[in-house]
């Protein structure tokens, strides 16, 4: 795998163990010699994550649609960015230039372009991995409903699998691999 799309809060969250599991995220994929490709902000664990693998000797791919340039701060820093016309245009060129795709910890756009990730691959529209970093359990309550889906038949069994789930990036990066 040579590059991974990560999906992520465009806020930092409550805690400060967020903010760290996006630097841990960021040194594990620069360490793995995997590029990153993410929305191309500077704000909240979308920042964080591109500046830690930045740090770390990595290369990112931004994406960001020209509305968002401002509110989302394009990062000026990136190996290459992006200006879309949309944000149908963002998720396309995102999900083209990656091999796989992670959400970390965030919040309605976060679910949908995993979301989306998931019903593609259950389409048998790409046959790339998805995975979910569940830091400190933010995600129990998700990959409990989605099991609670699955047992009342609406997802199927072989579907079930199609997110792969850990808490740390070193062990969700092997489960993608
Ligand atoms: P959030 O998880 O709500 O903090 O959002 C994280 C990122 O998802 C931000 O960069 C948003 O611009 C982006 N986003 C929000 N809604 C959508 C959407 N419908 N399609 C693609 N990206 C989105």
Request: proline content about 3%; glycine content about 14%.
């Amino acid at each position: 795998m040579k590059s991974i799309a990560v999906y992520c809060g465009a806020n930092a969250g409550a805690d400060e163990v967020y903010a760290e599991a996006a630097r841990a995220m960021g040194r594990a994929l620069a360490d793995h010699g995997i590029r990153l490709v993410y929305g191309g902000g500077n704000v909240g664990l979308m920042g964080t994550i591109a500046d830690a693998v930045l740090a770390a000797g990595g290369q990112v791919t931004g994406v960001i649609p020209q509305q968002l340039v401002d509110r989302e701060l394009a990062h000026p820093g990136l190996t290459e960015l992006f200006v879309v016309r949309d944000m149908h245009e963002r998720k396309a060129l995102m999900a083209q230039r990656a091999d796989g795709f992670i959400a970390m910890p965030g919040g309605m756009g976060t679910l949908e372009e995993l979301f989306e990730m998931l019903t593609w691959s259950q389409l048998g529209i790409h046959s790339k991995p998805v995975g979910l970093l569940n830091v400190g359990g933010f995600y129990d309550q998700l990959v409990g409903f989605l099991g609670h889906a699955a047992h009342e038949g609406f997802i199927k069994p072989q579907h079930a699998g199609l997110m792969k789930v850990a808490a740390d990036p070193h062990t969700l990066i092997q489960l993608l691999q």
